[in-house]
């Protein structure tokens, strides 16, 4: 029995489908392979990784002549802590590689015009997210000096300090700021979908202050005013500086008006 062409062109679809859906599977798994095999890898230098996460500890408490301890308040617990430092490695060593899987996957999809603003977009957003995680880092320091602030009142108090924990709070502080980074790149999207507008962005500039603000409040892991004002002071400078991007793109979009 011969098929309609209506019944051709849905086997054709259900067939080119299946085909995207096997080489997204065929992605994720390689990318997930690469973490598990870096991860391995980075056992072997889990314990200069773990230096790196403990010196804004180390400095907070430089000269406080407070008697501080790790200690594992489960056996199992040093196995996590090497665990998570393991996979958090693995992941930024095979980052460039995850990318590269995931553009393989959408490039396809994109015509010449659409890829063209991917080849800075992608650049930025990575140098945004490590000068995001840089910040936090210098800043985890200061934060913590300020909470070792209130230890000192109590000259008999000894700190004991669960690894697992400060490890995952150093993560988040990074991970955050990195994130929050990215705002110049979520404003120049919403402006190219055109959302937002730079005269929209000059006028309310006052409600992007209270609205950075509260969202450093939110998000901050340590509360503390310090690093609420580190993060919202950078960003906001982000937000202005993407008021000029915006303005570019405005530009660039109208040129492309009247050229056509």
Wanted: net charge positive.
């Amino acid at each position: 029995m011969s098929t309609t062409p209506l019944e051709q062109h849905d086997d054709d679809k259900r067939m080119e489908l299946s085909e995207h859906l096997a080489e997204l599977r065929t992605r994720i798994m390689r990318s997930i392979l690469y973490v598990v095999v870096a991860s391995g890898l980075s056992y072997y230098g889990v314990r200069p990784i773990y230096d790196f996460f403990y010196q804004p500890m180390d400095r907070a408490l430089k000269g406080s002549h407070i008697e501080f301890k790790i200690v594992f308040p489960h056996f199992t617990e040093a196995f996590f802590v090497v665990l998570q430092i393991c996979v958090v490695a693995g992941l930024l060593i095979v980052s460039p590689l995850v990318i590269l899987e995931m553009w393989g996957f959408i490039r396809p999809a994109l015509t010449r015009k659409e890829r063209r603003p991917l080849r800075w977009i992608v650049p930025m957003s990575i140098v945004l997210f490590i000068s995001g995680a840089s910040l936090a880092y210098w800043v985890a320091q200061y934060a913590m000096n300020w909470f070792i602030g209130y230890v000192k009142l109590f000259p008999e108090a000894v700190l004991y300090q669960d690894p697992r924990t400060y490890v995952l709070f150093v993560l988040k502080l990074m991970a955050i700021f990195g994130v929050v980074f990215q705002l110049p790149l979520a404003l120049m999207f919403l402006a190219w979908a055109g959302l937002l507008k730079s005269q929209t962005m000059k006028q309310y500039w006052r409600h992007a202050i209270v609205g950075i603000a509260f969202g450093g409040l939110m998000v901050t892991p340590s509360n503390d005013v310090f690093t609420m004002l580190m993060m919202v002071i950078p960003v906001f400078t982000l937000y202005l500086g993407s008021i000029g991007l915006v303005q570019i793109m405005e530009r660039s979009r109208m040129k492309r008006a009247s050229d056509a």
